[in-house]
């Protein structure tokens, strides 16, 4: 036990915190004797590797190396980042009582991977038949944490359920948050994913709130760049196809008492998908909801947990009912001038009103992130995209129903959309009410056409030629975010995957 103890110590990259090895000292101590000054769980273990033969091993540490740095061979490992299991801490504690490990992050290059021996048929690229999260690839990738330990070394598995006990704290206390992001391949083949680290950012805020463990965004980023990597041949080549990404982290400590959990899991499986909804470009009805609500004042409403779904099922099919795609939550806080208008199921929402008067300003609004708005990654990119197209006024600020109602009447609500990384940008058509009254909002769907239509970067020129061409802030929008998806367009937010 101990011997083995001691390889895998060594062979997995272990660091003790109160050992300070110097390269200087290293070297000495393994000599013809050991040196007296070293702490005595340092003297313990080099004792120990040369009674059972493994003196080999850390006769390869290098000279000039920085203080926490130490190489085998050829290779050099950083001490920040170790892997680390119970029965190592178990051995060396028999060893030297004071050893205690460091906890360790998640690494890339510790992506262990095992291809599947069952590889399923692509399904065929129909909007119409290939549902939502409803196909998934071959394979999963899945690392662990435990409290004290920190994370065990990522892998990449074949895709399959995952063994939980019981009384796991996802399963009575809600756990668990996710993300949604996408990868596209490109006309020139190549994998690109759409502003991760905003997804990277938003999981780790999540995660922090449900006092789930801290992880290495950029090192977890990597991991999930692999995972495409193997599944590369599920990646759609089809505009408006793409492979949805969802990263899912949930508390596994086994206890039914609601506190911090002591363990957790991370794992992403990936989906091929068409458009959310498989009417494409089309406008939908949604549903007013002022009875039931998606968030709430000091809530969680701005962080991508789970509870903050389940809720939803049920407005959603009374939505169903009235005819409606969608739920658009209307916050009712006693304000006379109509109820706070939030979100719509799974989207962010805008509305581009026209003020009052003869050539009255263009304003595109959106609710603002004051808690009770999810800061989606495609809210943030349409925000930056109408600001420079140079011909709106873009404000994000509260925004009453009855204000939207009165534009409606009035003719001023030129058009209303929603946006998301699954529906990307869907217009609106209708908002129905309990009553069964409807507010129409316009939407011109040639207009639409025209910008999709048109050759890629187009839709992103600031200067005002796009003035002359049909109006549709949904259509422009779809082709910019397209065109940026694809590779059409070189841009910051499309970061490539290399081979």
């Not at 590797?49 to 950083?78: A, H, M, V």
């Not at 938003?202 to 992880?215: N, V």
């Not at 809210?379 to 600001?387: G, W």
């Amino acid at each position: 036990m101990l011997r083995r103890s001691a390889r895998r110590l060594l062979e997995s990259k272990q660091l003790v915190s109160n050992w300070n090895l110097q390269n200087e000292a290293i070297l000495s101590a393994t000599g013809s004797s050991l040196d007296n000054n070293l702490p005595e769980s340092t003297t313990a273990l080099i004792k120990l590797c040369r009674d059972f033969s493994l003196i080999g091993d850390i006769s390869g540490y290098q000279k000039g190396l920085p203080g926490n740095e130490c190489s085998w061979t050829s290779r050099s490992y950083s001490s920040r980042g170790f892997r680390t299991v119970e029965p190592l801490q178990q051995g060396m504690t028999e060893v030297a009582h004071d050893v205690v490990p460091l906890p360790s992050d998640i690494r890339s290059e510790d992506l262990v991977i095992t291809r599947s021996d069952h590889l399923q048929a692509k399904p065929r690229l129909d909007a119409a038949t290939l549902k939502f999260g409803a196909v998934y690839t071959d394979h999963m990738l899945q690392v662990s944490w435990k409290d004290g330990l920190g994370w065990t070394a990522p892998t990449i598995d074949p895709l399959g359920p995952i063994s939980l006990h019981p009384c796991a704290q996802v399963l009575h206390y809600g756990v668990e948050c996710f993300e949604g992001m996408k990868a596209y391949k490109g006309k020139d083949g190549r994998l690109r994913l759409f502003r991760p680290n905003m997804n990277m950012d938003r999981l780790a805020r999540s995660a922090s709130r449900l006092t789930l463990p801290h992880f290495d965004k950029a090192e977890m980023l990597e991991c999930i760049k692999e995972l495409v990597r193997v599944e590369r041949d599920w990646v759609p080549d089809e505009e408006g196809f793409s492979i949805y990404i969802r990263p899912t982290m949930i508390g596994t400590h086994p206890f039914l008492g609601v506190c911090p959990t002591r363990e957790a899991m991370m794992f992403v499986v990936l989906t091929p998908v068409g458009p959310y909804f498989p009417s494409g470009l089309k406008p939908i009805k949604l549903f007013v909801e002022t009875e039931n609500v998606r968030a709430f004042p000091g809530g969680v409403g701005d962080k991508k947990i789970g509870g903050n779904y389940a809720p939803t099922i049920l407005p959603q099919l009374r939505a169903s009912q009235h005819g409606c795609s969608q739920v658009l939550y209307v916050l009712q806080d006693g304000d006379a001038r109509g109820g706070l208008v939030g979100e719509s199921g799974t989207m962010n929402m805008f509305f581009l009103i026209r003020k009052e008067g003869e050539g009255g300003e263009l304003e595109l609004i959106t609710p603002p992130l004051d808690g009770l708005i999810l800061p989606g990654v495609t809210r943030d990119t349409v925000l930056t995209l109408a600001r420079s197209f140079g011909n709106m006024k873009v404000s994000e600020r509260p925004l009453r129903f009855d204000e939207v109602k009165s534009a409606a009447d009035s003719g001023r609500l030129v058009e209303m959309f929603g946006t998301g990384t699954a529906c990307m940008v869907q217009p609106v058509m209708g908002l129905v009410k309990w009553d069964g009254t409807e507010v129409s909002i316009p939407f011109d769907n040639e207009a639409a056409k025209h910008w999709i239509a048109k050759p890629p970067g187009s839709a992103t020129s600031s200067d005002d030629s796009a003035l002359s061409e049909p109006f549709s802030l949904c259509g422009r929008l779809t082709r910019a975010l397209l065109d940026i998806q694809y590779g059409y367009v070189d841009s910051e937010w499309s970061v490539l995957i290399d081979p």
